[in-house]
């Protein structure tokens, strides 16, 4: 990890692609920022695919917090549980509008709940349809 990056670059090989592998290299690397305590992002410019990859990871892991929390973080308190950096959250929240600027800063706005779980629901449902099995990271096996 370099100062302010976890990850420099990964290839996913077209035949691996939409398998997991992607969000599997992403999971590994902010878990390595959360152990290392560091606040970090990816290298940039992403490719296409590489922005694709991350802002679904980020959306799945903001998502995830916001509804753990019921939304009552800040976007500070985001970035400090999830060590994803202010501007990607920011980023990734205002795709989705979930995120207004006012005074000088950005501020969540009221999250709706429905909104978290009709994303868990699309995207377990689409899981479900789906005949590829994907990898996916799992930190409890991993030994400190």
Avoid at 31 to 38: G, Q, T, V
Avoid at 128 to 133: M, Q, V
Wanted: glycine share 4%.
């Amino acid at each position: 990890m370099t100062e302010d990056n976890n990850l420099s670059c990964f290839m996913v090989l077209p035949p691996y692609q939409c398998k997991g592998y992607g969000k599997l290299f992403i999971s590994l690397s902010y878990y390595l920022s959360k152990k290392a305590d560091r606040i970090c992002g990816p290298e940039k410019p992403l490719s296409d695919m590489g922005k694709i990859c991350y802002k679904s990871y980020w959306t799945d892991i903001l998502l995830h917090e916001l509804r753990r929390n019921k939304g009552n973080l800040s976007i500070k308190e985001l970035s400090d549980l999830t060590m994803i950096r202010e501007a990607d959250i920011i980023m990734t929240l205002q795709e989705m509008n979930l995120v207004k600027y006012c005074r000088g800063q950005y501020m969540l706005s009221t999250v709706n709940p429905k909104l978290i779980d009709q994303h868990f629901k699309e995207k377990e449902e689409k899981q479900k349809n789906s005949k590829k099995r994907g990898v996916k990271f799992n930190p409890d096996i991993v030994k400190a």
